[in-house]
């Protein structure tokens, strides 16, 4: 018996300090997100109100009321150390430090006579939703580059852009950072697609690799950073063309979590997936997915997207602003593996709410971002499963302030830990923030007469029926909790209306909502 219970106890305290090594030693370099956008610049006002997303808590809490200070409109990239801690920000315009001040030398990030006409001042930020990231110096405990993509002007050129690095040294102004090195141009190239923007560790778990396509060609540039700076290797076939007025700024790329494999996607050029080799940094096994069929494609004329993958490496989610889409890379042929999650509900918050700009948040969600400076964000909420059980929810997130249409850009930190993603973390909102659950509505379309399934955990609160433009149409207290209760809107004009549920005594932030249509 006693030899039993030595054995269980040791066995405990293994199991135990696994647990607290992966817990203490998980990387925590993406743990804090910031936003926020002032539509109304004034040059030198340093009052720009804005959220933060800290994923250190558990339940994590989504802050508004934060002073950004410099509003981030486009670029957006923030750091932490391992731990977790904020160390500083960027809107590609300015370096702000963790007390969300600017740094020393931290101004005209991306300047020059682009800036100069177009932008003049840093508190709206600097367009390009992927075109910055930071990078930890793999030869300087305290040192971060600052990699960023200056449009070029050329009154016959759009989108002409150049590859520029900043750097930062923590130890300096009492361990708040000082941009030390700023605008240091590291390639002659200028033909760069604006987007697409991404690095993934080396597989030394040191240095790290970064992959940008050029425009007008079919051409990967590829980048090492190591202890002896940026060195560039050889370029990479693409296997596509990527050309200037459909492909620059209309999609995005990311490496899989697991770092095998690297995607990149737009609406014109569809997805593009390549296996990845982390030891030399080539690309390999090229697959065209074609999301959407070719004669459609030849129609439009603007659309923007993203891509991002699940946190398991499975799915590949592209987002074309009216439709969602997931792709099973288990498959074959990845052709067979595409799955319509869903379409664009219509709703402003104040404007269209389209599923655009897509980030994996360190809680295994993905969380979507419309590309105007909206109110409301969408969420993927097991982005692991497939098809409908993915469980996506449109406008699931709504903020007080716009966003911007921008989430951070950053490189995969955790690609050699066994959790890509820790799916404890949960969520409590703040004021005027509310995350929204699935309500049950049949039949939809209707002719007005609905029946709502009422969930368990619903007991007093409002029905709130309001139309796409925000406008409430319909709102009734209820008393109690019915299994199922009729809602009649024969009288509304045909239309799209959100229904919503807000429990009272709602101290999660929680409402439960869908979109009908009365025809």
Not at 4 to 20: D, G, M, T, V
Not at 156 to 167: M, N, R, V, W
Not at 243 to 267: E, L, M, Q, V
Request: contains cysteine; aromatic residues 16%; glycine residues 6%.
């Amino acid at each position: 018996m006693f030899i039993s219970r030595s054995i269980n106890k040791r066995c405990f305290l293994i199991l135990f300090a696994l647990y607290f090594y992966s817990v203490c030693h998980a990387q925590k370099e993406d743990y804090n997100w910031l936003g926020g956008y002032d539509y109304n610049p004034t040059p030198g006002s340093l009052i720009i109100e804005g959220y933060r997303i800290d994923f250190n808590n558990k339940p994590f809490r989504i802050d508004n009321n934060v002073d950004v200070k410099y509003g981030i409109e486009g670029n957006n990239a923030s750091i932490n150390d391992k731990n977790g801690n904020l160390l500083f920000y960027t809107n590609g315009c300015a370096v702000m430090d963790r007390n969300l001040n600017l740094m020393p030398n931290g101004d005209s990030i991306n300047s020059g006579k682009w800036f100069d006409l177009f932008r003049q001042y840093c508190s709206i930020g600097y367009p390009g939703f992927q075109d910055v990231l930071i990078l930890n110096d793999p030869a300087f405990e305290y040192g971060y580059y600052i990699f960023h993509k200056p449009n070029i002007y050329y009154p016959q050129i759009d989108d002409s852009l150049q590859l520029h690095y900043s750097y930062v040294d923590m130890r300096l102004n009492n361990g708040l950072g000082d941009v030390t090195v700023k605008n240091k141009r590291y390639v002659q190239n200028q033909n760069l697609l604006s987007s697409y923007f991404t690095a993934i560790k080396h597989q030394n778990k040191i240095s790290w690799w970064i992959i940008q396509p050029l425009e007008e060609d079919s051409l990967f540039l590829t980048f090492l950073l190591d202890e002896t700076g940026i060195n560039r290797s050889a370029n990479q076939n693409t296997h596509q063309f990527f050309d200037r007025w459909r492909s620059s700024a209309s999609g995005t790329a990311k490496f899989s979590p697991d770092g095998t494999k690297y995607a990149i996607y737009n609406y014109f050029d569809q997805l593009h997936v390549y296996d990845f080799n982390r030891e030399n940094g080539v690309l390999t096994k090229h697959q065209k997915v074609e999301i959407y069929p070719p004669d459609e494609i030849d129609r439009v004329r603007y659309n923007f997207g993203s891509v991002e993958w699940s946190p398991n490496s499975r799915f590949v989610y592209c987002a074309s602003q009216e439709k969602l889409h997931q792709v099973d890379t288990w498959e074959n042929n990845l052709q067979d593996g595409i799955t319509l999650i869903d379409t664009f509900n219509g709703t402003l918050d104040p404007f269209p709410t389209i599923i655009f700009l897509m980030a994996q948040g360190p809680d295994c969600r993905i969380y979507i971002t419309p590309k105007c400076g909206c109110n409301s964000i969408h969420v993927i909420n097991k982005p692991d499963e497939k098809g409908a059980a993915c469980d996506f929810v449109q406008n699931g997130i709504k903020f007080l302030y716009p966003n911007g249409g921008t989430l951070p850009n950053f490189p995969r930190f955790r690609v050699d830990e066994e959790e890509k993603c820790d799916p404890t973390i949960t969520s409590i909102f703040g004021d005027a923030v509310f995350y929204r659950k699935k309500l049950s509505v049949y039949p939809n379309p209707s002719y007005g007469i609905y029946q709502l399934k009422i969930p368990t955990e619903f007991q007093t609160g409002n029905l709130v029926v309001s139309d796409v433009f925000g406008k409430i149409v319909y709102n009734e207290q209820i008393e109690f909790n019915p299994v199922t209760m009729e809602l009649d809107l024969t009288h509304l004009p045909t239309a799209s209306y959100n229904i919503d549920l807000y429990p009272e005594n709602n101290n999660d932030r929680i409402f439960y909502g869908v979109q009908v249509i009365k025809i």
